[in-house]
């Protein structure tokens, strides 16, 4: 159904931007550093992180801006309603109890990766991954995973839609050789992901596929580099192709 301009709120849609600029790695934010990312003027994005200052949204200590736990009333309830965490969660536990190291499931969400489930063992990144937390496509395996079950031409477009920025040393950011390194995650039905979104961390990546063969989410397990053999599909592939089958019967 499309739904015409002048039937949406404008400002609304700024807010909703503003909010979106954090994350993880940036949950301190000032005015200037808003409006860049949700590239809006100053004067509106004071606007926008004031409003959210006054309903509760957001804290502000005369300078930087950071969200509050109220926020997460926004998420809440889309992942209540969402069958996928409440399915993948008690396999991911298992298969973290089973092989020592940390598993998540995420969906795509344009160019980013949407963590919807996680199971733990130990604290792997700089920044905590928590259902909910973001992080972009074309660095991650899971992102990778997932982009492989697109088009090329829809891949390239995501992968153009938004900034690369290099994470690390390591990072992939030219489309074309990104596009490259999928195509092999296509040709060998899972991807390796080595200390491109943080030295020291290393993933390796499934697609999960439903009932009907769609691909509707992707998961991993993540090790820090030292705990880790070089051969990631030799020690891990079959975990997790253990659980992917085990997910695809239970996937609607």
Known sequence: MTIEKRDTMGGLAKGLAVIETFAADRPRQSIAEVAA???LDRATARRCLLTLAQLGYADWDGKYFTLTPRVLRLGTACLATMPLP????????????????????????????VYVARAAQRRVMTIALM?????????????????AALPEDAARRLLEAAPRPSRTPRTLTDVDAI??????????????????????LRSIAVPLVDARGRVVAAMNIGLAVAAGTDDLAA????????????LRRLLP
């Open 37 to 39: 990312a949700a590239g």
């Open 86 to 113: 409440q399915i993948v969660q008690p396999l991911l536990d298992e298969l973290s109890d089973r092989i020592g190291e940390s598993s998540s499931v995420s969906i795509l969400d344009g160019p980013e990766i």
């Open 131 to 147: 259902p909910g937390s973001r992080l972009p496509a074309y660095c991650t395996s899971m992102g990778r995973a997932m982009l």
């Open 179 to 200: 596009l490259a390194a999928i195509a092999e995650v296509r040709r060998l039905g899972y991807a390796v992901n080595d200390q491109e979104v943080e030295i020291g």
């Open 235 to 246: 020690r891990y592939l079959p975990e997790l192709l253990r659980a992917r089958d085990a």
